[in-house]
């Protein structure tokens, strides 16, 4: 089946720093990827979609110069958390599509997630 | 927009008990139905997932689904729930009318009880 994986899995870092997390399809191409940003005991918020070659979709309320996408790839996109601040602090999800799937099937596969942590 | 709601954000049950979990979306128009499980700091496991065709659908680990239009509901169900079924279980409603976007449910937590 389609993997989806994210890295780093977890991460400390202090206030004020910028932080990169990758999300790459393992074994598929995926024109589309998504971020999701979940906090303690709460479901998945998305926060962009991102496409590949172009600009990214930010959900509102979601600083798109905070929260930086870059989908250079058809197998990896990323999320920088510039400047980030301990309310960053979350767990981040990213999925991907898989439109070769036969049917046209419209599955997001997810990542494992990453832990985000701001001193 | 969808809204995807679960009625019950908390759910006890015994061990080698029956379990449903619920699941209401606000429109039945053009929609795919979903239903996902996370364990403690993993991403999200997809259980089973209504596209089309027998309204009842059957995913892993035992646990199967019902689609039901009139009443735009979900529910999820397990006849007899394991230990290891302790989890967080998302519903999720792919809307075709806005891109496939997915919307998520507030999850529900299911503690099984030895």
């Known amino acids: 089946g389609a993997v989806v994986s994210q890295h780093p899995s977890w991460v400390i870092c202090k206030s004020g720093t910028s932080v990169k997390i990758e999300c790459r399809s393992l074994?598929?191409?995926?024109?589309?990827m998504f971020w999701y940003r979940q906090f303690p005991k709460q479901s998945l918020m998305l926060m962009a979609t991102s496409n590949e070659g172009s600009k990214a979709t930010y959900e509102q309320g979601v600083e798109k110069d905070k929260f930086l996408i870059n989908h250079a790839s058809l197998t990896l996109s990323t999320l920088t958390v510039t400047s980030a601040h301990p309310e960053d602090s979350s767990f981040y999800i990213c999925?991907?599509?898989?439109?070769?799937?036969?049917?046209?099937?419209?599955?997001?596969?997810f990542g494992p997630g990453t832990r985000l942590t701001v001193l | 927009a969808q809204s995807v709601t679960q009625l019950d954000s908390q759910v006890p049950v015994f061990e080698e008990a029956p379990v449903e979990l619920r699941c209401n979306y606000s429109s039945s128009v053009s929609v795919y139905l979903f239903w996902y499980v996370q364990y403690p700091n993993q991403g999200l496991q997809l259980l089973l997932k209504?596209?089309?065709?027998?309204?009842l659908v059957k995913g892993i680990n035992g646990f199967e689904a019902e689609f039901n239009k009139s009443q735009t509901s979900f529910h999820l169900r397990k006849p007899s729930v394991h230990i290891s079924d302790t989890a967080e279980y998302f519903c999720a409603v792919s809307d075709r009318d806005t891109g496939n976007q997915f919307y998520f449910g507030t999850g529900t937590s299911l503690t099984v009880i030895p």
């Open positions: 999925s991907a599509r898989d439109f070769s799937l036969a049917g046209g099937l419209d599955e997001q596969f």
């Open positions: 074994d598929f191409q995926a024109t589309t």
């Open positions: 209504y596209l089309s065709g027998s309204t």
